[in-house]
């Protein structure tokens, strides 16, 4: 497993589809994923720690997660099958550790917004790494 950080988000307010790029955090390889328009700017408003009014689903989750007393740990993108990225939340609660899957868009909001480090399998930067941004 490898620790990678939030690249880039590039935002493309004529398309639905929107792009955020990993990087390894100890190396040069980096991978595209794309993601929806809302994930897009979850992510942005996390990493520039903007906050909105009422809370949105991202921020519902967190604070659901503060209220029972979860904790996020880390996220890992953990596969890649037919060009679509799969994610897991790996959360602890009372020292139980859970698993639980997730969109990478929604375990990556989730993880700027808490500073929460980020894996990916090294499965996946192989077949990742072969895709052109």
Do not use: W
Not at 68 to 82: A, P, Q, T, Y
Not at 95 to 107: L, N
């Amino acid at each position: 497993m490898v620790q990678a950080e939030l690249a880039r988000i590039i935002l493309n307010e004529a398309d639905e589809r929107q792009i955020i790029v990993l990087k390894e955090c100890d190396g040069q390889r980096s991978f595209p994923i794309v993601i929806g328009i809302r994930e897009a700017q979850a992510i942005h408003r996390g990493v520039h720690g903007l906050r909105h009014e009422r809370p949105l689903t991202h921020d519902l989750m967190l604070s659901v997660f503060d209220t029972v007393g979860v904790r996020l740990e880390r996220v890992i993108v953990n596969d890649l099958r037919d060009g679509t990225f799969f994610a897991r939340l790996i959360v602890v609660r009372d020292g139980e550790t859970y698993d639980i899957d997730s969109r990478p868009s929604d375990a990556i909001a989730l993880a700027v917004q808490r500073e929460t480090p980020i894996y990916v399998e090294e499965k996946v930067f192989d077949e990742a790494c072969r895709f052109d941004i």
